[in-house]
């Protein structure tokens, strides 16, 4: 039996500041490897423009082996222009923004108002024809390369982001909601049906 690297017990759940400012910053500034212990964690796989459904990249990354619910990657933006993005993914689906973005600051003990390093953006996806439609969701962790005047703009400072990718909870409760609904309709099928045999 193959001997895992990581610790009984041990779970990875990084805030947004430590994946920003622990893993992405050093990654992308000081071109520093992750330490071997994280690098079960983050795989480099391209979500943006890839024609893969996320179920399939889910699985092809060992999704149903988790004990977490969570994926990691470091993925490349796929630029349209400076500001616009290619959100495309799967077959004819998108990656659709679900609401504002959110500054991730720097952890500064004694700092009442530390600096933003980076910004947190939420997404859903989106394709009516696939069985993944709302399916998945994805949290993305991209870095200001320094200061900034205006923490609005839609710019990236750098090529990569690290995104965090997940199954929707709320859709699989829908599901299951849906077929406990759909139970005692099928029971009165089946007892309509004996009650013409007899």
């Not at 490897?33 to 423009?49: D, E, K």
């Not at 998108?94 to 530390?114: D, F, I, M, Q, R």
Request: net charge positive.
């Amino acid at each position: 039996m193959e001997e895992s690297l990581v610790p009984f017990g041990f779970r990875f759940r990084p805030s947004d500041e430590e994946i920003v400012g622990s893993f992405l910053y050093p990654f992308l500034v000081e071109s520093k490897p992750f330490m071997s212990l994280y690098n079960n964690f983050f795989r480099a796989c391209n979500l943006f423009g890839n024609n893969t459904e996320p179920s399939e990249i889910w699985k092809k990354y060992g999704g149903p082996q988790l004990v977490d619910t969570d994926l990691y990657f470091i993925s490349k933006l796929k630029k349209l222009t400076p500001k616009r993005m290619d959100r495309r993914i799967g077959n004819g689906g998108t990656w659709s923004e679900t609401e504002s973005s959110k500054l991730v600051h720097e952890k500064v003990s004694g700092n009442p108002n530390p600096n933003p390093i980076g910004r947190k953006r939420k997404f859903r996806y989106e394709n009516k024809g696939s069985e993944d439609h709302t399916g998945w969701l994805l949290d993305e962790y991209s870095l200001f390369d320094g200061p900034k005047n205006d923490y609005n703009q839609r710019g990236y400072d750098f090529d990569f982001v690290i995104c965090r990718m997940r199954k929707n909870d709320r859709v699989g409760i829908k599901n299951h909601r849906l077929n406990k609904a759909a139970l005692p309709v099928q029971l009165v099928v089946i007892l309509w049906a004996l009650i013409r045999l007899i």
